[in-house]
């Protein structure tokens, strides 16, 4: 029962404040690409999406957090992870609910659920190494932390597809800012950090390249499917 009276000892009530702090600032990237992904479901799919998806990413990650020493090791992991964000963040955008059912811009609920997990594993990776800091080797504190999130990045989700819906606008802004991320792990990849940060216009072209990369190809991809004729038959 010591793990037990540990649980209301100051130390581990301030790291876990520590974690759920950390959750809900990274927790915006999570509730724009969860709100993404389940945009093109029916209503009545999309709460079922967000909830499932929260869920699935949420053991995702707390796997992650258990091998983040292992993880720590893979050089190019971040490197990686970011071009595989700027492939989803573009997909997202990009697919209108005329793709693959399994693609980013699924329309089933399996396919929403996929891409949510994925992308919040790749995009996890910050997330995990801040936690995991916080947390000093508990899993516990991981798990209770990731627990008392995830209502909030669910009400998020919720908050951004009525926005979405209302002002298609916010579609942009959200590939967008996954495009920020993904140029955020790309130049935080310790093989490049070090060439990045003595070379600070570089860096600012980097981030230029792949936001206006995602957001201009996601436009002139949209605009392509807005002028192809309708198949015969429709």
Do not use: C
Request: aromatic share 8%; net charge neutral; glycine share 12%.
């Amino acid at each position: 029962m010591e793990w037990f009276t540990d649980l209301f000892t100051m130390q581990f009530l301030t790291a876990l404040a520590s974690i759920v702090v950390i959750d809900l600032v990274l927790a915006g990237d999570n509730a724009i690409v969860i709100a993404l992904a389940a945009r093109n479901l029916p209503p009545h799919l999309q709460k079922k999406a967000i909830v499932w998806g929260t869920v699935g990413a949420v053991v995702v990650r707390s796997a992650m957090t258990i091998g983040v020493v292992w993880l720590l090791k893979i050089p190019g992991l971040m490197l990686v992870g970011g071009l595989a964000l700027v492939w989803i963040a573009y997909k997202l955008l990009a697919e209108d609910g005329d793709g693959d059912e399994h693609g980013a811009g699924a329309t089933t609920l399996f396919g929403a659920m996929k891409t949510i997990i994925i992308a919040d594993a790749v995009m996890g990776v910050d997330n995990v190494l801040a936690v995991a800091g916080a947390a000093h080797g508990s899993f516990l504190l991981v798990v209770l932390g990731l627990l008392i999130s995830i209502p909030i990045v669910v009400w998020g989700s919720g908050l951004v597809l009525k926005l979405m819906a209302r002002f298609p606008a916010v579609i942009y802004a959200g590939a967008g800012v996954l495009a920020f991320t993904a140029a955020k792990m790309v130049s935080g990849e310790p093989l490049a950090k070090a060439f990045f940060e003595a070379n600070p216009v570089a860096l600012w072209g980097l981030y230029a390249l792949i936001i206006g990369g995602v957001l201009g190809g996601g436009y002139l991809a949209k605009k392509r499917q807005a002028q192809a004729p309708e198949p015969a038959g429709n």
